[in-house]
Nanobody
Framework: QVQLVESGGGLVQAGGSLRLSCAAS????????MGWFRQAPGKERESVAV??????????ADSVKGRFTISRDNAKNTVYMHLQMNSLKPEDTAVYYC??????????????????WGQGTQVTVSS
């Protein structure tokens, strides 16, 4: 079955770095947009970064531009996606989710458009 498994969350001080990883398997994702979303307590889930099927196109929320970098590796049976997070701020604290679209070659930053989700990983940035 389809699985998206995140890893790499944790507790870090403001100004520090974390690298999140997501392993997507169970179907072919090499032609699908994938992305990272986050949800803080009491807030709606928001897009953080999105990447195209071949990694050439990327989107970043204004709040993370210049600090976060999304990347992916389309291996044979599993797609690996990463989010390098630098210069972290307390407002980056949230549960981070990786997600993938079922439709191929179709861009979106809307959480509702994503069909497959990981279980989430907590990122906490202390001031």
């Amino acid at each position: 079955q389809v699985q998206l498994v995140e890893s790499g969350g944790g507790l870090v001080q403001a100004g520090g770095s974390l690298r999140l990883s997501c392993a997507a398997s169970g179907r072919t994702f090499s032609r699908n947009y994938m992305g990272w979303f986050r949800q803080a307590p009491g807030k709606e889930r928001e897009s953080v970064a999105v990447i195209g099927w071949n990694g050439d196109s990327t989107y970043y929320a204004d709040s993370v531009k210049g600090r976060f970098t999304i990347s992916r590796d389309n291996a044979k049976n599993t797609v690996y996606m990463h989010l390098q997070m630098n210069s972290l701020k307390p407002e980056d604290t949230a549960v981070y989710y990786c997600a993938a679209r079922a439709l191929v070659y179709t861009f979106s930053t809307t959480a509702h458009d994503y069909d497959y989700w990981g279980q989430g990983t907590q990122v906490t940035v202390s001031s």
